[in-house]
Nanobody
Framework: QVQLVESGGGSVQAGGSLRLSCAAS????????MGWLRQAPGKEREGVAA????????YYAESVKGRFTISQDNTKKTLYLQMNSLKPEDTAMYYC???????????????????WGQGTQVTVSS
């Protein structure tokens, strides 16, 4: 059974840091795109960052470049998102998701991902 389980969310003040984790099970953690997406209240879900499992090629939304870092531990089938210099506008539910093959061309589009975690809440106060 395919399962993605996120952890690491919480509440921080602006300028703070959080590290999200996503443990994947039931996957052959290979040749897939793993992404972090978020959804703020009243807004559409959006791609934050993604990584292609085989090459480690990374993709970032402009709004998080230089502040967030996506990484993975292939042996543990775990995806990470290090979030630094957090801003109130980063407040959202953060989801881990898996998509088919390469990330390029679709990684920022939630509809292209096939499997999702339950989400973890990140709240940044000013």
């Amino acid at each position: 059974q395919v399962q993605l389980v996120e952890s690491g969310g919480g509440s921080v003040q602006a300028g703070g840091s959080l590290r999200l984790s996503c443990a994947a099970s039931g996957y052959t953690y290979s040749r897939i795109c793993m992404g972090w997406l978020r959804q703020a209240p009243g807004k559409e879900r959006e791609g934050v960052a993604a990584i292609y499992t085989n090459s480690g090629t990374k993709y970032y939304a402009e709004s998080v470049k230089g502040r967030f870092t996506i990484s993975q531990d292939n042996t543990k089938k775990t995806l990470y998102l290090q979030m630094n210099s957090l801003k109130p506008e980063d407040t959202a539910m953060y989801y881990c998701a898996a998509g088919p093959t390469y990330c390029v061309g679709y990684w920022s589009r939630p509809s292209e991902y096939t499997d999702w975690g339950q989400g973890t809440q990140v709240t940044v106060s000013s």
